[in-house]
Every structure is written in structure tokens, then in C-alpha cells.
């Protein structure tokens, strides 16, 4: 069966400082790998995905994540985070199959302070 | 061009009331899903439709839940005699295609508060 795990509840980093939200995962077969971000009183929004090539992919609001097959790990990152990045973020996996669901982790909010 | 939607946003209801949830997804999204979001429970699969057939009802939690998905687009999540463990925002997200590689799309969800 598939699992996400994100080993950390809460992340604080100051504003301009690099970030990181980590996420590893479990599937059999090649991972399908995505991240949401979920801002306060807003729904869930996709940010970016990996399926196929290269490691490092780049998504919405500059945050990029990077696939690690040997480490089973698919971190989020950005270079400068900024106050607006505050949200509660979501890793999932889904698999090369038809009519399997995606599987989000616990999620992890992010605090960023001016 | 609307997105998923979902209502009621909101639904208060007391302990062994049943409640229906409904989701109008995307039009031509094909795949359809209920996501439970509980505090410090992250978001729970609950169940998936391709079209308007539900291949893996896995998540549901007992056989409270039910859901039913017609004209491959509108979904209702019935919950009966509910509990006070069923209060949560429920999540509804559809997708153009069924394979795992396609982004979701969410509606605002409904919370659900059992009293």
C-alpha cells in the first residue's frame, strides 16, 4: 500500500531564509510524487508533481522539490521563503495505475516570521 | 470554468442525524474523490469514482458512509446515525483523468460539526 509520511508537524524559518518541508514516501512500483499547499480558509491548491525525468521540478510560487529514488524522498524547497508562504503544506503519492486514489501525508505547517 | 464545488460549506447537525454532502466537480473531470481533513489527521481518503463507478471504497470508514456518483458528475457522501468522531471538513476533488499522475482539483470543502 502506499504511504506518505512528513516527519515534521511545524516548520519555522524567517523571511528570505531558505526552506525546507521534507516528505518520504512508500508505493511499490514508480511513485507518482505531488505537493499542495492548503492556505488559511482557502482550499487545497496543487503547487507541482513529479512523474517521469528529471529530479529537481519546479512548480508554482518558485518552490521547486526534489525526487530522490534511493532516499524514497520528494523535500520541498525554496531559496527565499516569504511571510506569504505561512500555510499548511501536503506531500502525496500516487501510483502508475488506473483508478488509484492519491494518498496525502499528515501535512506540515509552514510559519514564516518578518 | 468554476471549480469544484461543494455544499453545504457548513452543516451542523445533532449526534444520529444523517447528513448528505454534495460535490459538483469540473466538468469532464472523469475521477472523482472524498478526502476527510481532520486536526492533526492530515487529509483520509474516503473513496474514488471513475465515472460513475467506485473502484476502491477502501477509506470508508463503516457503513455509515455511503456515496453515490450519477451522470458521471454530481457525487453525494451520505453519512447515517452520525457521531461525534464524524465531524470534520470533507473534501471533495476531481480529475481529468484516472490515472495517478493527474493534479487534483479541491473544492472549499464542507465541515461537518456532530453535536
Known amino acids: 500500500a502506499q504511504s506518505v509520511a512528513q516527519p515534521e508537524d511545524q516548520v519555522n524559518v524567517a523571511e528570505g531564509n531558505p526552506l525546507t518541508v521534507k516528505c518520504t514516501y512508500s508505493?511499490?512500483?514508480?511513485?507518482?510524487l505531488f505537493w499542495y499547499v492548503q492556505y488559511p480558509n482557502r482550499g487545497l491548491q496543487f503547487l507541482l508533481k513529479?512523474?517521469?525525468?528529471?529530479?529537481l521540478v519546479k512548480g508554482s510560487y518558485g518552490f521547486e522539490a526534489e525526487f530522490n529514488k534511493s532516499q524514497t524522498s520528494f523535500h520541498l524547497k525554496k531559496p527565499s521563503a516569504l511571510v506569504s508562504d505561512s500555510a499548511l503544506y501536503f506531500c502525496a503519492v500516487g501510483k502508475n495505475q488506473a483508478g488509484t486514489a492519491l494518498i496525502f501525508g499528515k501535512g506540515t505547517t509552514l510559519s514564516v516570521s518578518s | 470554468g468554476a471549480g469544484v464545488s461543494q455544499s453545504p460549506s457548513n452543516k451542523v447537525t445533532e449526534k444520529g442525524k444523517d447528513v448528505e454532502l454534495r460535490c459538483d466537480p469540473i466538468?469532464?473531470?472523469?475521477?472523482l474523490y472524498w478526502y476527510r481533513q481532520s486536526l492533526g489527521q492530515g487529509l483520509e481518503f474516503l473513496i474514488y469514482?471513475?465515472?460513475?463507478?467506485?473502484?476502491?471504497k477502501s477509506g470508508l470508514p463503516s457503513d455509515r458512509f455511503s456515496a453515490e456518483r450519477t451522470g458521471g458528475s454530481v457525487s453525494t457522501l451520505t453519512i447515517q446515525r452520525t457521531q461525534q468522531e464524524d465531524s470534520a471538513v470533507y473534501l471533495c476533488a476531481s480529475s481529468l483523468i484516472t490515472m495517478g499522475n493527474s493534479p487534483l482539483h479541491f473544492g472549499n470543502g464542507t465541515r461537518l460539526t456532530v453535536t
Open positions: 466538468s469532464g473531470h472523469t475521477a
Open positions: 508505493v511499490s512500483g514508480n511513485p507518482y
Open positions: 513529479y512523474i517521469t525525468g528529471d529530479n
Open positions: 469514482f471513475q465515472g460513475n463507478s467506485a473502484p476502491d
